[in-house]
């Protein structure tokens, strides 16, 4: 069995210290990848748009803080460095079928 895991770095680099120290390894493209465990680098979320009836764009709401990945990882996976990470409660990407 899998279980996601909704996660919030404080920044790109510090996202793929935490991974890279926790088994994931890097491909030619610059990528970080798995044998055991799929990943979803969503990164920034931009602020949602505030539009009016017409749809023009009137502000965008800030970003949201963080550099934000999803993993799905086996049901015994146990992230090192938990203190390095924050899971998300509210994830605005979800793993289907999660």
């Given amino acids: 069995m899998m279980k996601p895991l909704y ?3 404080e920044s790109k ?9 926790n088994g994931f390894k ?3 493209a610059g990528g ?5 465990v799929l990943i979803d680098v969503i990164g920034v979320i931009p602020g949602k748009l505030v539009v009016d ?12 803080p963080g ?3 999803n993993l799905l990882v086996p049901d015994d996976y146990v992230i090192q460095q938990p ?6 409660a509210t994830p605005v990407r979800k793993w289907a079928g999660y």
């Fill in 7 to 9: 996660l919030k770095f």
């Fill in 32 to 36: 970080l990848h798995s044998d055991s």
């Fill in 67 to 69: 550099w934000h990945v």
């Fill in 13 to 21: 680099n510090n996202a793929e210290s935490v991974l890279l120290s």
């Fill in 53 to 64: 009836s017409q749809g023009n764009i009137l502000s965008q709401e800030p970003d949201l």
């Fill in 26 to 28: 890097r491909d030619e």
């Fill in 83 to 88: 203190n390095a990470v924050v899971t998300v």
